[in-house]
């Protein structure tokens, strides 16, 4: 870049001598007319404001010349709409530094003969083509550049393109905050919405402005997503607000941020809630254990989602919880501003049902892997092939480092899994189809800066980037997903997808679990931190389960008992069925099993032996014999007694008992039972 600069920057404005402008506008303008042109103007305007700073003293909408809406020639200051090339060339030689406002008010700038002069045309070109390079589209490129570097230069009097940094990009980004609670905003954008409208489209240049400097090394502080504040959000309790955005600052030293905003989001809920319900409570001293009360009554009768629906369990446990948490750690610390008690307990909260986790079905899954095979990007179709082959959380697939796959020394691929919610590490096998997909990725890589890792703070090189920053995980896994259950076909009649992504998740544990794995491996492979998280994938692919209830319900199994019959003939209504497999662990006895359903009553016969319900299978044969043989020395001692009635009593229960291992094709002499505890046909779980 050649420097222009007349003098340096700093202290009052002042105009440039006449020769040196007119010797500029000869240079670049060879048109006599243009040239009379841009001389007249300038004496037009040193005549109207013969100390510049003047014109800085005088009202926006005087140096801006023409107002929003008004017609080609419809000035309110015709010297000052004409004297704009001038002002750029004052700056460019450090006569002068145009203030923020300004140049936010004018709608367009053009500095083509100085970026010229200067070189910056050319260094604005290679940052073009670095933003090209890092996936933004040429044009796009080019107008950002455009308008940002000019707002830049006009303000910090034409600095090298080189020396600009975060805080320039934050200095343009407040004052373009600030001017949108000018009073006179409408007198140039027509109205404050139009200017809401342009201030996000310029916040979104910024950023990505934000992102080739960071990526050119320009930039220390990593570029972030500014979402503009559309509506102003009143203070309803000043005190509570300001123990609440302390505490917000104090759990930001240790929590991530989706905790952070999910923690302040809870505490403004409540004391909005507050504000409604109790006016005259200004302190956090003041809540009450039946003020939370009260406010959990209202989530559970009052409070909605924004389409009206009830909100769900977790939801309102999740709110609650929070807000215990603040009473709680507020507690600790020993704010005197707080209760200074945990207010709610554990007890308190909305329980949790437990479900089982909802894998994925083998036909199901035939179809949606078809689909994810059809997505066009392949940074969807790499992050759904990895969901599906790995069973990783989104978070943990988003942060992928670039080099996170090798291989075992057999040859298999093996997955390096960043810290994540568990705040650990771990290595996996990969299946092929997922690897290749990975090594795909990387070979679209273009050599982007790192980016500070949420978890370690390491600076990491991710798999997962495009345009300088991390794709999202609504267009890695949401979007995505859409598109292939649409193309698969599921979805429900409402058009959503039947399928989210923490479902892959459930089905590699499940598939696990039915392989036979075992119980460490499904935690390794997962990232479980305890067996009982393991434990459910265990549960629902019990080979003992299955054979159990084959041998009761299942075609041609064999059976004695009351009920048998009734199962054999098939006469067992399909909603029976259903009830029975949901509820299988809760029909077993001793001896069999009680199929009585919940409208039938409770059972009423003690010996459950001539239960009309009862039914038994040669599984508990051994039982059945063990039961045998104590019968027979109940009748010994009976008789020593001289107690009849207890002989013929169990003279009955030994027919009977002969009669199941009939019916069962078993023999009286066999194996018994000795510790019921240790057969696998009764622990059993559906």
Same mark, same amino acid.
């Given at each position: 870049m050649t420097s222009l600069l007349s003098h340096q920057p700093g202290g009052a404005p002042r105009h440039a001598p006449a020769e040196e402008y007119h010797a500029f506008v000869r240079r670049h303008y060879p048109n006599l007319e243009t040239e009379y042109?841009?001389?007249?103007?300038?004496?037009?305007?040193?005549?109207?404001?013969?100390?510049? $700073?003047?014109?800085?003293?005088?009202?926006?909408?005087?140096?801006?010349?023409?107002?929003?809406?008004? &017609?080609?020639?419809?000035?309110?200051?015709?010297?000052?709409?004409?004297?704009?090339?001038?002002?750029?060339?004052?700056?460019?030689?450090?006569?002068?530094?145009?203030?923020?406002?300004?140049?936010?008010?004018?709608?367009?700038?053009?500095?083509?003969?100085?970026? $010229?002069?200067?070189?910056?045309?050319?260094?604005?070109?290679?940052?073009?083509?670095?933003?090209?390079?890092? &996936?933004?589209?040429?044009?796009?490129?080019?107008?950002?550049?455009?308008?940002?570097?000019?707002?830049?230069?006009?303000?910090?009097?034409?600095?090298?393109?080189?020396?600009?940094?975060?805080?320039?990009?934050?200095?343009?980004?407040?004052?373009?905050?600030?001017?949108?609670?000018?009073?006179?905003?409408?007198?140039?954008?027509?109205?404050?919405?139009?200017?809401?409208?342009?201030?996000?489209?310029?916040?979104?240049?910024?950023?990505?402005?934000?992102?080739?400097?960071?990526?050119?090394?320009?930039?220390?502080?990593?570029?972030?997503?500014?979402?503009?504040?559309?509506?102003?959000?009143?203070?309803?309790?000043?005190?509570?607000?300001?123990v609440a955005k302390r505490y917000i600052a104090a759990r930001q030293l240790t929590d991530r941020p989706g905790t952070i905003q999910g923690l302040e989001l809870a505490l403004r809920r409540f004391i909005g809630w507050l504000a409604e319900t109790h006016p005259f409570v200004e302190s956090w001293a003041l809540v009450t254990r039946d003020h939370l009360l009260e406010y959990a009554n209202f989530l559970d009768h009052g409070a909605t989602t924004r389409g009206g629906k009830p909100l769900a369990t977790n939801t309102k446990r999740g709110r609650l919880s929070k807000l215990s948490r603040f009473f709680s750690d507020t507690a600790t610390w020993g704010w005197e501003e707080t209760p200074g008690r945990s207010l709610l307990s554990v007890g308190d909260l909305p329980k949790l049902p437990e479900r089982v986790p909802r894998y994925i079905p083998e036909e199901e899954l035939e179809r949606l892997m078809q689909a994810v095979h059809q997505l066009d990007c392949p940074y969807q179709r790499a992050a759904l092939l990895i969901a599906r082959w790995s069973g990783a959380r989104r978070g943990e697939i988003r942060r992928l480092a670039l080099n996170c796959l090798d291989r075992y020394p057999d040859g298999t691929a093996r997955l390096h899994i960043p810290v994540g919610k568990t705040k650990r590490e771990r290595l996996i096998p990969l299946h092929e189809e997922a690897a290749s997909a990975i090594r795909e990725l990387q070979a679209l890589h273009r050599g982007q800066r790192g980016l500070s890792d949420e978890h370690t703070g390491v600076e990491t090189q991710y798999l997962f980037m495009r345009i300088g920053k991390l794709y999202s995980d609504t267009y890695l896994f949401g979007s995505a997903?859409?598109?292939?259950?649409?193309?698969?076909?599921?979805?429900?009649?409402?058009?959503?997808?039947?399928?989210?992504?923490?479902?892959?998740?459930?089905?590699?544990?499940?598939?696990?679990?039915?392989?036979?794995?075992?119980?460490?491996?499904?935690?390794?492979?997962?990232?479980?931190?305890?067996?009982?998280?393991?434990?459910?994938?265990? $549960?629902?692919?019990?080979?003992?389960?299955?054979?159990?209830?084959?041998?009761?319900?299942?075609?041609?199994?064999?059976?004695?008992?009351?009920?048998?019959?009734?199962?054999?003939?098939?006469?067992?209504?399909?909603?029976?069925?259903?009830?029975?497999?949901?509820?299988?662990?809760?029909?077993?006895?001793?001896?069999?099993?009680?199929?009585?359903?919940? $409208?039938?009553?409770?059972?009423?016969?003690?010996?459950?032996?001539?239960?009309?319900?009862?039914?038994?299978?040669?599984?508990?044969?051994p039982r059945l014999r063990h039961r045998h043989r104590v019968e027979q020395d109940l009748i010994e001692d009976a008789m020593k007694h001289g107690w009849q009635r207890e002989v013929e009593r169990h003279q009955c229960t030994i027919r009977r008992l002969e009669q199941l291992l009939t019916d069962l094709g078993e023999p009286l002499d066999g194996p018994e039972a000795t510790d019921y505890n240790d057969e696998q046909s009764t622990n059993i779980t559906l």
């Open positions: 042109f841009h001389q007249s103007c300038y004496a037009q305007f040193l005549q109207a404001y013969p100390d510049l $700073q003047m014109w800085f003293e005088a009202p926006l909408v005087e140096r801006v010349g023409r107002l929003y809406g008004t &017609g080609p020639r419809e000035w309110c200051n015709r010297v000052s709409y004409r004297a704009r090339p001038y002002l750029y060339f004052l700056v460019s030689r450090g006569y002068a530094t145009l203030d923020w406002d300004w140049l936010i008010a004018v709608p367009t700038i053009h500095l083509e003969p100085l970026l $010229q002069e200067t070189g910056l045309a050319m260094a604005m070109q290679q940052l073009i083509d670095e933003g090209v390079h890092l &996936g933004y589209s040429p044009r796009s490129s080019q107008q950002r550049m455009n308008w940002v570097i000019t707002h830049l230069l006009l303000h910090e009097v034409f600095l090298p393109l080189e020396a600009l940094n975060d805080r320039h990009c934050q200095a343009l980004i407040d004052a373009v905050k600030r001017f949108g609670t000018r009073e006179d905003v409408s007198s140039f954008f027509g109205s404050p919405q139009r200017y809401r409208k342009a201030q996000a489209a310029w916040t979104a240049v910024l950023y990505k402005f934000h992102v080739i400097l960071y990526h050119r090394g320009q930039s220390e502080i990593e570029p972030r997503v500014i979402m503009p504040l559309y509506a102003h959000r009143p203070t309803l309790k000043p005190g509570m607000e300001a997903l859409r598109l292939a259950c649409e193309t698969a076909g599921l979805v429900t009649k409402q058009g959503k997808p039947t399928v989210t992504a923490h479902r892959f998740r459930h089905t590699v544990g499940t598939q696990l679990a039915e392989k036979g794995a075992r119980l460490h491996t499904i935690m390794k492979v997962l990232g479980h931190t305890s067996a009982s998280m393991s434990m459910v994938y265990a $549960q629902i692919s019990d080979r003992e389960v299955l054979k159990d209830y084959q041998a009761v319900l299942g075609p041609g199994a064999t059976l004695a008992g009351p009920f048998a019959e009734t199962l054999k003939s098939g006469e067992l209504p399909a909603s029976s069925v259903d009830w029975l497999k949901s509820n299988w662990l809760k029909t077993e006895l001793e001896l069999g099993r009680c199929l009585r359903l919940p $409208q039938e009553g409770p059972c009423e016969c003690d010996l459950y032996l001539t239960c009309a319900k009862f039914v038994t299978s040669p599984a508990y044969a």
